[in-house]
Each structure stands twice: as structure tokens, then as C-alpha cells.
């Protein structure tokens, strides 16, 4: 049983590019949520999604903006890249009828230069 | 608003020695208290979990209760290894009924056990 799934592991990009991250949920999980790590602090949580729609929403700009497909995948995408996105992005996906407890992938680590 | 705040690290310990990383919460309602653990390069392990007051979560040797007095969550372990060295982050689930809400995570113990 293939655990929460996340593509690319590393990622190098330049200031004002456009970037998308994706996700595959651990088999049997329908919520998918996003959190970001910069170096040495703990993940800050971007969004969530359940059944395609965004349900809750950290404090991130609209350049950063997701969906959700049919099949439970996820994709983040962030616009207009800024220095201070270099992080390591984190998918974590849950089942809606399980209270709480969400699953990581391992990350997908971005370089803005 | 809901947060946590764990000790400051980076805390060494020699193998066999007893852990304690110190974990407090501010939140609303009746939270969920997790601990994840990450080792260097990988994503986030859930390494235990309680949901309501007086719970205890327990893995791998690892306890914590759910004390809703203290608003606190502290994870202990008698007898630490070289393996447990990695960077431990205490959470709450900011959730509604059963619905799965977002983690607020505190910034992280880097724990360092040497043999």
C-alpha cells in the first residue's frame, strides 16, 4: 500500500516563475492538505482540500492556489516566485471519516534563486 | 488564536538517557495533540496522537499525556537511542467534529543522542 506520494523531490526555479507541485493521497484518503517548511520551523499549513474544493485556507497569498481532482490528487501551484518561497513543500492527506490524523509525504524541495 | 510552543533545541543526549521535550498549547474547544517525528531529508511521521483530556499516546518507547489542566503535551521516553536523533514537532488539529481540519505544528526540538 503505497503511502501519500510526492513529485518532484527537488525543484530549482528562478524569481517570477511559475511552479506546480503534485500530490497522491494514501490509498483510502479523500482530504488533501498542503503545508509549507522554510529551514528550521515547523510546517505552516497553506490549504485543504476535500471532494475538489478548497475547504479551509492558511494565511498564504493568492499566488499560491491548488485543486483537487476526481481522484483524490492534488496539485499546488505558486505564481510570481519570490526568494522567500525556497521550502519544502508538504502534502499530507487524511480520510474524512478518521479524526484528524494526516499522513506526510516526503516533501518536494524548492529553490528559488 | 490556537498555537503551540515546544522547548528549544537542539538537545543532546547520551544513548540510554531519559527525554523529555516540553509541549504547550493555546486553543479553543478540545483540540487533537499529536507528536511527529522527521528524520533529516524525509517528510513528517506521525509518532503518536491523543485525542481528549487525560489521554495518553504511546509508540516506540515514546508517552505523552493530554493534560488539559497544564495545556500541555510533553513527550517522554526512558531510554533514548542513536536511531531517535531527528527533529520532533508537537501539533494540534484545528478541526470541527470529525472533519480533519489544519495542524498547527510548533517549530520543532532537534534532539541529538550520541553513543
Known amino acids: 500500500d503505497a503511502g501519500v506520494t510526492q513529485s518532484p523531490t527537488h525543484l530549482i526555479k528562478t524569481r517570477g516563475q511559475q511552479v506546480t507541485l503534485r500530490c497522491s493521497p494514501k490509498?483510502?484518503?479523500?482530504?488533501v492538505s498542503w503545508y509549507q517548511q522554510a529551514l528550521g520551523q515547523g510546517p505552516q499549513f497553506i490549504f485543504q482540500?476535500?471532494?475538489?474544493?478548497?475547504?479551509q485556507r492558511g494565511n498564504f497569498p493568492d499566488r499560491f492556489s491548488g485543486h483537487q481532482f476526481p481522484n483524490y490528487s492534488s496539485e499546488l501551484n505558486v505564481n510570481a516566485l519570490l526568494l522567500g518561497d525556497s521550502a519544502l513543500y508538504l502534502c499530507?492527506?487524511?480520510?474524512?471519516?478518521?479524526?484528524?490524523?494526516?499522513?506526510f509525504g516526503a516533501g518536494t524541495r524548492l529553490s528559488v534563486l | 488564536g490556537n498555537s503551540v510552543t515546544q522547548m528549544e533545541g537542539p538537545v543532546t543526549l547520551s544513548e540510554e538517557a531519559f527525554l523529555t521535550i516540553n509541549c504547550t498549547y493555546t486553543?479553543?474547544?478540545?483540540?487533537?495533540l499529536f507528536w511527529y517525528v522527521q528524520y533529516p531529508g524525509e517528510g513528517l511521521q506521525l509518532l503518536l496522537k491523543a485525542t481528549k483530556a487525560d489521554d495518553k499516546g504511546s509508540n516506540k518507547g515514546f508517552e505523552a499525556t493530554y493534560r488539559k489542566e497544564t495545556t500541555s503535551f510533553h513527550l517522554e521516553k526512558g531510554s533514548v537511542q542513536v536511531s531517535d536523533s531527528a527533529v520532533y514537532f508537537c501539533a494540534l488539529s484545528d478541526h470541527q467534529g470529525n472533519q480533519g481540519g489544519k495542524l498547527i505544528f510548533g517549530q520543532g526540538t532537534e534532539l541529538s543522542v550520541k553513543p
Open positions: 486553543a479553543t474547544g478540545y483540540p487533537s
Open positions: 499530507a492527506s487524511s480520510s474524512s471519516g478518521a479524526k484528524n490524523i494526516q499522513y
Open positions: 482540500y476535500y471532494e475538489e474544493e478548497e475547504r
Open positions: 490509498s483510502g484518503h479523500d482530504t
